[in-house]
């Protein structure tokens, strides 16, 4: 017998695969006692022809019960792996990072997207605030013309302010759902959340993102992205304790509503500073020539 927390996950996902096979092997023993069994002797004179036709049919029928019982048998080992994993992972106070957030980060908050040097720039958004997509709408294309210039990495800082502004959770919801798309490498993060940008509802009171069903189906839509992983993630909110530890250090840090950016250690509210995307960019080409005069200057996720 193992270890205590062996025991634990006995009683939750492996105790369903153990009953499984106890099933299943109760099938298979009946399937081969009949395989084995006393064979009814033929009456003298039945035809020969036919009673060989009659012992493919019974040959045939058993190996079909067998085949079904082995199917049985990895459908069983096949659902109880990967609900039993998620169901180990997906724990409400554990801060489970997203893997694209490397272990010698600044910060363990911020989703990096095309990491580069010499600038780094955090984005704090809110994924159900109409003030957040707006900001993502009107920079899109300047964020993506500074990521593709080699000077920046623009890391997202997921919050969650609006689920206590208009109640519910879906801010939460969807930031996990993000972490799960992130989880998939490549670009699925950035398409994710501009899914969740376009079917974000017009009216913040209806919390549409609070629904898993409607996240998954929306993970759907990125193409590529595995249904077998993401989903299991996004109905066992994995990275939820992640998603809360990341609101409480941006409350923390005391930079007021949204948008905001951090380029180098630097705050700047859009429309407390005027903030343009002419004048971003520029922001982020005195960082990056500043950066190479002072090579020792190393850049910051957070202020």
């Not at 040959?59 to 459908?75: E, K, N």
């Not at 080992?77 to 600044?106: E, H, L």
Request: proline share 6%.
């Amino acid at each position: 017998m193992g270890p205590p927390c062996h025991l634990a996950f006995i009683g939750n996902g492996g105790i369903q695969a153990r009953y499984g096979i106890r099933l299943v092997a109760g099938v298979m023993g009946r399937v081969m006692a009949k395989s084995k069994g006393t064979e009814v002797p033929k009456a003298q004179g039945e035809p020969k022809a036919s009673g060989a036709g009659m012992a493919q049919r019974r040959g045939w029928q058993r190996w079909r019960t067998t085949i079904v019982a082995v199917i049985a048998v990895g459908a069983v080992f096949g659902v109880s792996g990967v609900i039993g994993a998620y169901v180990r992972s997906g724990d409400k106070t554990k801060v489970s990072k997203p893997s694209g957030i490397a272990s010698g980060a600044p910060s363990i908050y911020g989703i990096p997207v095309h990491p580069t040097v010499p600038v780094t720039m955090t984005v704090y958004e809110d994924l159900r605030s109409p003030v957040s997509k707006e900001f993502a709408k009107s920079y899109a294309k300047t964020l993506t013309s500074l990521l593709d210039s080699g000077q920046v990495e623009i890391a997202y800082h997921m919050v969650t302010s609006s689920d206590s502004t208009y109640g519910g959770d879906g801010s939460a919801m969807a930031a996990n759902a993000a972490a799960c798309a992130d989880d998939q490498g490549k670009d699925y993060f950035s398409k994710f959340v501009d899914e969740l940008w376009a079917h974000q509802p017009s009216d913040p009171s209806k919390d549409r993102f609070g629904s898993t069903d409607y996240l998954v189906k929306l993970g759907r839509k990125v193409k590529g992205m595995a249904a077998a992983t993401f989903e299991p993630c996004v109905q066992t909110k994995m990275h939820q304790g992640w998603v809360t530890a990341s609101q409480k250090d941006y409350v923390k840090s005391g930079y007021g509503d949204l948008p905001v950016i951090v380029i180098n250690g630097t705050t700047y509210t859009p429309s407390k500073d005027k903030l343009t995307p002419q004048k971003l960019t520029e922001l982020v080409r005195k960082a990056a020539d500043y950066a190479v005069a002072h090579p020792s200057a190393s850049p910051s996720a957070s202020s």
